[in-house]
């Protein structure tokens, strides 16, 4: 029986995937490095630890300043904007008052996803918040979402993880759970066979879910 529902971050509930390509490019930019969204298509629902060494490799940077500039160029995209899915959180909040668990796991930071969530009066809504200071082993390591189970008291079989990443997808399924894949004009040609289910975003609804949450 499903007993919660972990929601991923970026490209879920809020929409970043093109603000964390403009920040990081603008990065580079400060770094004498121009590129496009092609060149950093390899960090999607990545955080930047678990690309740093595959980023270093490619780019020639001096990682401490340009995480300066990069964060920097970041917050003032998402300030500005405030981009958030509200299918999606709409979805997150119609299955809570349904007396579902919601969690969100994140390869962000605690300090970077509190403050988001601040922004977009999310901050005291889910059960539980998994950020990258509470796991080893970022995704598609299994670790952040058997994190997340494990704060939710609660067996992976029971939680159903909605991601929109490939990383992502494979870290909920070696967790034991079942994933839905959600796509949006963000999401990439990626190989999501492993998904349970794949949903364009204008489908996202409760009664598209049901036989999941059966």
């Not at 919660?4 to 403009?22: C, M, Q």
């Not at 990383?167 to 492993?194: F, H, P, Q, W």
Request: charged content about 30%.
């Amino acid at each position: 029986m499903i007993k919660a529902i972990l929601f991923d971050r970026d490209g879920v509930l809020i929409d970043t995937e093109n603000i964390h390509y403009k920040s990081v490019i603008a990065g580079l930019k400060s770094q004498g490095i121009d590129c496009n969204d092609n060149d950093v298509a390899f960090i999607t629902g990545r955080g930047p630890d678990n690309y740093k060494k595959e980023f270093l490799g490619k780019f020639q940077v001096d990682w401490e300043e340009y995480r300066k500039e990069q964060r920097k160029s970041f917050y003032k995209i998402f300030e500005k904007d405030l981009p958030i899915i509200k299918e999606n959180i709409n979805l997150a909040k119609k299955l809570k008052e349904k007396g579902y668990k919601i969690a969100l796991v994140t390869a962000s930071s605690r300090k970077s996803t509190e403050y988001i969530m601040g922004l977009i009066k999310l901050d005291n809504f889910f059960d539980v918040m998994v950020t990258n200071e509470d796991y080893a082993n970022g995704k598609p390591s299994p670790d952040p979402y058997l994190t997340a189970a494990k704060k939710l008291s609660l067996k992976p079989t029971e939680c159903i993880a909605v991601e929109d990443s490939k990383v992502g997808l494979l870290s909920a399924k070696s967790a034991g759970m079942k994933c839905i894949i959600v796509r949006t004009n963000n999401t990439i040609n990626e190989d999501y066979s492993k998904a349970d289910l794949i949903l364009e975003l204008e489908n996202i609804k409760i009664e598209n879910i049901k036989e999941l949450l059966a």
